[in-house]
């Protein structure tokens, strides 16, 4: 370990090619330290390729990787101060809980390597399972002892493969909470990979979403919930109804008038990206409501109706055929049914506006590719 | 024979993974001291085995290569029974060794439970015992006056070895008989053991939904069981069948001068009539028809992961 | 008869298993044999003579420790020189790779009596005599590819992830080999080792073509008594031997499975 860089976790112009397949493709992105930042993309987006690179498991084909002004682009993988909880956590199977643990603190022949593994183990409240071999674990105690592994090395960064993938769903909420504890006690910069944009909005302060290689938007949450730059972040990140509108007018008071399907509807000018004129109106399934309330409203019938305790989900047939989700509290409100004309109406500025010249249902269905 | 190569390497060339393909120097360091060892005491005695069989004159004068290749018709037309011979008994070794393999291998993967690690050692540690002093206990175990023998006499089953011709003046010890149980025996483990682990792999609920889908037993074990069993059956028959057929202790210890297998031929004439190029001719051939036969197996039975 | 029925298979499987074992247990009852003749194929009448004198027939001790040192030397440089190539095999893309499996699986498919004579036209054309040395070259010769298949089974379903979170976490490649690799391979190192071990051991053929007067092994001893008399040692040391194997895969099998449970 010559040296200990610390800061910003820079990736610049960074690509990686497979052969004749670019898994990743010139990747700007800056991670600002103690930071927890989510990649988080469809399987064979290049995300689990980026983290790879990150951990110098695998060799960018160009492009540099900064920690602080340090670049540790081309820096073999045992000496960067960097560390990864791997997917399926690789606990090594021949060793106990503590060994597994103090392995890292051990190559670097700190001494005190075995208090600080306990002390580690401790954190994440397994410290009784010390002397106990890994396949005598439950999965999620193996996943908090790969955690323990990694971060009582105190790197710069630790980068997290998908941790709570092979966890049950309650288990996955459990150690998600936990995982945010972890990372604002000891303050390392955490960057997850993750297909689940449930996940990824839970825990990360900022997402960045990718796509086939590329990065498509980078934020924190709510600003990619309420404002998705394009129909695949749109479409991945939670529902989308997106209706085919062409903008006619600027009206007053910050709002601008479009057409949709022969229906006039208002939206904010200030969401309209320059220069486009046809456009995909988004509103999300809770912002549309099943009542004239909305000053924007179109009339429709309803195709479905799923009740899921908290709320129900209605598919609402529009005029022209297209059929929009609504999501409606179960606050005591009459439920709608199968085959009831509706109206269907929502506030003026809730919405989200993206140049219809892109694929309407991009994000929409996994592309079946293994994750690179 | 790109096939036989496959039938070794189908598993370790899909899993090979793709690291550090930079330090391109490494593999090859890792092999050369092997291969050498293989290039110079397999393949080089290849070479001088060919080269021997076709040189011409006798031991105490000295060889000289003359490139006759008429040794191998001759050869060929004088041992052609014992070669043949050798293919037969192989093959029944083969055959009834899958026969009785089969089922013990079967139960154990999958039906032992808590006696399939017992099962696994007493399968395993006769193997690491001598094969010639098993081989000499064959002829105790057959001997006139004993069990076996007297088992065979009183239900008649003598006179069916008899008329099949497997054994003569009804004794079972030096016949054909005997020979073809001895090899059976002694590869038995050679059989068992890839079986048992290609069985092993067998999840038991590919059986069960078999069965509920409505296949009988033998259906069930036709369709399903079998041909996943199938890359161990082939290095199980592979394994018996090649040392099988060049193996002459069985002949010799359990058999008569009718039951002669060819590696005794060559045997003798290398080490007692010192006729090196016919036994080296000799050697040859065998090689080429277990190569050949192997490939074709192997290419027919179109697996790819064998050993 | 359905009882029966039921358990056909067990029948079957506990029958084939007799048949393995019994011409051992034959070996184990006549080491205690007091033969008539030079042959000792007849039960006669008890005697622990042999046991308490196994070195009693000429000449046995002697190939039996010529038979045990080519054996662990032949084991040995096979289990070095085999496992270096199954980790070339299992852990490394290169070219060339079906040339080498050609190469290692061609021993195993040719016949013993092959080997053994091509290995004598080699030594006779070298003019290099016959002997010790010989035999232990060829045996490590025949050795080497069943090594290399018992490491390789065991190096190609090690997870590769395992060496990757070894250099994350700061081991550079020797150690990573050295803690991680190597430990997760010793199994399969191990097997390859002993069955190794057990072919050397136990090899006629390929011994006998190379072998001088002066280098009988013990299966040469085995063989030579067989045509002038079998002494009642040999049985001892058959018995001897199987109850070695026995508890050495017996600690075997207690090793493994207590790392199945526990590792």
Known sequence: ?372 | ?307 | MTWIKRHLLAFAALAVLAYLLIPNLVVAIFSFNDPRGRYNYEWNEFSAAAWLNPCGSPGLCEALGLSLRIGFIAAFVATVLGTLVAFALGRHRFRGRSGTNLLIFMPMATPEVVMGSSLLTLFVMAGIPSGAVNITIAHIMFCLSFVVVAVKARVSSLDPRLEEAAADLGANPFQTFLRVTLPLAAPGIAAGALLAFSLSFDDYIITNFNASPSSITFPMYVWGAAQRGTPVEIFVVGTVMFLIALTVVVIGQMLSSRRDRKA
Request: charged share 20%; aromatic share 8%.
């Open chain 1, 1 to 372: 370990m010559t040296e200990h860089p610390s800061g910003d976790l820079c990736l610049e112009q960074l690509s990686k090619k497979f052969e004749s397949f670019t898994a990743v493709n010139s990747l700007d992105l800056t991670i600002p330290e103690g930071s927890f930042f989510a990649l988080l993309g469809p399987s064979g987006c290049g995300k689990t390729t980026t983290l790879r690179m990150i951990a110098g498991l695998e060799d960018p084909t160009s492009g540099t990787i900064r920690i602080g002004d340090v670049d540790i682009t081309h820096v073999k993988a045992h000496r960067r101060n960097v560390n990864t909880v791997f997917q399926s956590y690789a606990l090594f199977p021949h060793m106990k809980i503590l060994d597994n643990v103090a392995f890292g603190l051990k190559r670097r022949g700190d001494k005190d390597a075995m208090r600080k593994a306990q002390e580690a183990l401790d954190l994440v409240e397994l410290g009784h399972t010390a002397k106990k071999k890994p396949n005598q674990l439950s999965g999620g105690m193996q996943q908090r002892v790969a955690l323990a592994r990694a971060i009582v090395n105190r790197p710069n960064v630790l980068l997290l493969d998908e941790p709570l993938g092979a966890l049950d769903l309650k288990l996955r909420r459990q150690m998600q909470i936990e995982l945010k504890r972890i990372q604002s006690e000891v303050g390392i910069t955490f960057v997850h990979v993750t297909h689940d944009q449930e996940e990824a909005m839970t825990m990360a302060d900022t997402v960045a979403v990718m796509n086939a290689g590329n990065l498509e938007q980078v934020g924190p949450p709510a600003d990619l919930y309420d404002h998705p730059a394009s129909t695949f972040v749109a479409n991945f990140l939670g529902q989308s109804n997106l209706l085919t509108s062409r903008v006619t007018g600027l009206g007053g008071d910050g709002l601008a008038t479009a057409d949709c399907h022969g229906h006039e509807i208002q939206v904010a000018a200030e969401h309209i990206p320059t220069g486009v004129r046809d456009v995909f109106v988004g509103v999300r399934p809770e912002k549309l409501r099943l009542d004239r309330s909305g000053r924007n409203h179109l009339d429709g019938t309803v195709t479905d109706a799923s009740f899921a305790g908290v709320a129900t989900q209605y598919l609402v047939r529009l005029p022209w055929g297209h059929e929009v989700t609504v999501v409606q509290p179960n606050d005591g409100s009459p439920r709608a049914r199968v085959g009831e004309s509706v109206d269907v109406s929502w506030e003026p500025g809730s919405e989200f506006v993206l140049d219809a010249s892109q694929d309407q249902d991009a994000g929409m269905f996994d592309t079946g590719l293994r994750d690179a």
């Open chain 2, 1 to 307: 024979m790109p096939s036989v190569g496959a039938a070794l390497g189908g598993g370790g060339a899909t899993a090979a993974p793709a690291q550090r393909p930079r330090r391109n120097w490494v593999p090859y360091a890792l092999l050369l001291p092997g291969l050498l060892w293989l290039a110079l005491f397999y393949a080089t005695p290849m070479v001088t085995l060919g080269s021997q069989s076709l040189q011409e004159g006798n031991v105490y004068d000295g060889f000289v290569f003359t490139g006759n290749l008429s040794v191998y018709p001759q050869a060929l037309s004088e041992y052609w029974p014992q070669l043949l011979r050798s293919l037969g008994y192989a093959a029944t070794a083969t055959f009834f060794g899958l026969l009785l393999a089969y089922p013990l291998a079967y139960f154990m993967a999958q039906k032992a439970g808590r006696w399939k690690n017992i099962m696994l050692i007493l399968v395993i540690a006769p193997f690491f015992t001598s094969f010639l002093i098993r081989t000499l206990a064959w002829r105790i175990i057959l001997s006139d006056g004993g069990v076996v023998s007297d088992f065979f006499e009183r239900t008649g089953l003598i006179n069916l070895l008899e008329w099949l011709t497997l054994t003569t003046g009804g004794t079972l010890l030096n016949s054909k008989f005997a020979v073809m149980a001895g090899l059976t025996y002694n590869f038995l483990p050679f059989m068992i053991l890839p079986l048992y682990a290609a069985l092993e792999r067998l999840d038991p609920r590919y059986m069960e939904a078999a069965r509920d889908l409505y296949a009988s037993g033998w259906q069930t074990f036709r369709h399903v069981i079998w041909p996943l069993s199938l890359p161990g059956v082939v290095a199980g028959t592979l394994l018996t069948f090649i040392p099988a057929t060049g193996d002459y202790i069985n002949s010799r210890l359990l058999g008569n001068t009718q039951t002669v297998m060819i590696g005794q031929v060559i045997d003798s004439l290398f080490l007692r009539v010192l006729d090196y190029p016919q036994a080296a001719a000799l050697s040859f051939i065998l090689l080429i028809m277990i190569v050949t036969l192997v490939a074709l197996y192997v290419r027919r039975a179109g697996t790819e992961e064998l050993v």
